[in-house]
């Protein structure tokens, strides 16, 4: 059994792996229970983690702090990747408002930390390592060690201690303050789930219409000089002429009165079209399908993008229309269908929706790739070059107060991830992943973190409740859910925000990784990622700022 022994208390590799395993086994299993329809997720391996390291069943210091922080990387980085798409399309709408919020919640803590300070006379150092703790912002704790040495010259042991005590009910506050917020409104998931449908109607921009043209100023005029008359963004996809015949629109195309255009556009730009074209009429997809000639009969085809020669290029160098005789009428990138423009710089995983006959189609198929084997392949150059450069922004000090602030080991990487993800394909850099892929990368890297922060958490933590270390929960629960519910119900019921949304702007003013876990299983969609996203940044670098702030204001 001596090897049995080691294996279970020693220091090698196997018994680390062992026992993130076990902890991280043992916490998915009790995620699934759920109380009143109700479970905590993943955010019990944090619980566990907690019982394990009490127990002594303890990593490495240099281990442990490696992959708690890898796992954090990896968890946002893969969010960065997910959101980064959609990401500047969410900051114009509405961003400022989420980073408002964000900033009131921030605000908000550190003013409770600092009455609660002087209510209790608990130490400003110990209170600001409890907020650090109460909000999972492990560089704010940093920032604030860091800070306290660098003026007194001496280690306050009571920083970390708040930490971790303040830690794991930190992660559930903010989770219940969630909940709280959908009780106390009346939240049913039915109901969000309708209203993010008509929002993303609204965001759609591809409209597809009948026109008869009728406009006899317009006559003789090519398709061309039309659009540029219009000053609008659509597409003339197809033409049906007088005698029933359908042609591909080229931009040459002169119009007669009468014909029949296929029309693709914005929702904003629909009606200025049809009253500038003509008049609308209903015809079916069948029935611009429909022609005479077997052999030169439109068809229309979703494409898929795949081959990586094609990542980057604009629809203008590729000439697709010019040597094959087919039409893009729009192109959906992250759920949202486009009107393509030949500006418009392609990326893998685009579907591009194309008119013409069946053999061009199969031709352009061939040029674009359209190839799902491919789609699913990893590219991890572009994941690992990314955390390579996430890793030198957040290393980078942005201001000096009397330490530096940086983006940190989360920060950078997400930032870097985002901006992949939005403009990658500039660079020949291929930011898609599956939604599967995507999904077990940013889970195994929370499971990771919260695993870590949990053992490293279970050694001393009993102790530290015992011997006072309780009231500090008390405090940190304070500063956790006040600014959360205060801010969060005045989003709810004053701004009318979405609910998922709601709660990624919560876990992302948070800095909580196992909150935004909660929310994404939650909702089932993109929003909360894109809220975290939207405000963590500005968040992140204002934790560590305040961090260093309080401190000084007391040494």
């Not at 900051?91 to 409770?112: D, E, H, Q, S, Y």
């Not at 390579?388 to 990487?413: D, E, H, M, R, T």
Request: hydrophobic letters at 45%; a positive charge; one cysteine or more.
């Amino acid at each position: 059994m001596e090897w049995f022994c080691s294996l279970i208390w020693g220091e090698g590799i196997a018994h680390t792996i062992l026992v993130l395993a076990i902890v991280i086994a043992a916490g998915i299993t009790l995620g699934k229970i759920k109380i009143k329809g109700v479970s905590l997720g993943v955010t019990w391996i944090l619980f566990v983690g907690i019982v394990a390291g009490h127990f002594g069943l303890t990593l490495n210091h240099d281990t442990l702090h490696f992959i708690k922080e890898f796992g954090l990387i990896l968890f946002v980085f893969s969010i960065g990747l997910q959101v980064g798409p959609s990401f500047f399309t969410s900051f114009k709408n509405g961003g400022m408002r989420l980073v408002g919020c964000a900033v009131a919640i921030v605000a908000l803590g550190a003013a409770t930390t600092y009455v609660i300070h002087l209510i209790t006379g608990t130490p400003l150092p110990t209170m600001v390592g409890v907020m650090s703790g109460a909000i999972t912002n492990t560089p704010g704790l940093g920032a604030a060690q860091q800070a306290y040495y660098d003026v007194t010259g001496i280690n306050d042991p009571n920083i970390a201690l708040g930490y971790a005590v303040a830690y794991p009910l930190g992660v559930v506050g903010v989770i219940l303050s969630m909940i709280a917020i959908r009780v106390f409104t009346n939240i049913k998931f039915s109901e969000e789930n309708k209203a993010l449908e008509a929002i993303s109607h609204e965001n759609n921009y591809a409209e597809r219409l009948s026109i008869l043209f009728t406009n006899g100023a317009l006559e003789g005029k090519t398709i061309s000089q039309i659009r540029e008359l219009i000053n609008r963004s659509f597409v003339i996809s197809r033409i049906m002429h007088d005698n029933g015949e359908i042609t591909i629109a080229e931009g040459e195309n002169g119009l007669k009165m009468g014909d029949k255009l296929r029309v693709i556009c914005s929702s904003d730009d629909k009606e200025a079209i049809i009253a500038f074209l003509g008049q609308h009429i209903n015809m079916s997809k069948e029935e611009w399908e429909t022609n005479s000639d077997s052999q030169t009969q439109l068809v229309s085809r979703r494409i898929v993008i795949t081959k990586s020669n094609v990542n980057g290029k604009k629809l203008s160098d590729l000439r697709l229309r010019t040597k094959y005789g087919i039409n893009i009428t729009r192109i959906n990138r992250a759920g949202i269908d486009l009107i393509p423009y030949q500006g418009m710089e392609l990326q893998i995983g685009d579907r591009v929706m194309v008119v013409g006959t069946e053999k061009a189609i199969e031709r352009v198929a061939d040029v674009l790739g359209n190839s799902m084997k491919k789609l699913r392949e990893p590219h991890l150059f572009t994941i690992f070059f990314g955390i390579a450069l996430g890793i030198l922004l957040g290393s980078i000090p942005l201001i000096n107060i009397p330490q530096p602030v940086k983006l940190g080991l989360a920060g950078g990487p997400l930032i870097v991830a985002i901006l992949i993800g939005r403009f990658g394909p500039h660079f020949r850099l291929t930011s898609y992943t599956t939604a599967s892929a995507n999904l077990m990368l940013r889970e195994i890297g929370l499971a990771m973190f919260l695993a870590s922060v949990g053992i490293g958490a279970g050694d001393g933590f009993v102790e530290t409740i015992v011997n006072g270390g309780y009231r500090w929960i008390g405090y940190g629960l304070a500063i956790t859910i006040l600014p959360v519910m205060l801010v969060g119900l005045f989003a709810r019921l004053y701004l009318k925000m979405n609910y998922y949304t709601l709660m990624g702007l919560i876990a992302g003013s948070t800095t909580n990784p196992p909150a935004l876990g909660y929310a994404n299983t939650s909702a089932r969609n993109d929003m909360p990622a894109v809220g975290y996203a939207t405000v963590y940044p500005v968040v992140m670098f204002l934790r560590v700022l305040i961090a260093q702030l309080l401190i000084l204001t007391v040494v």
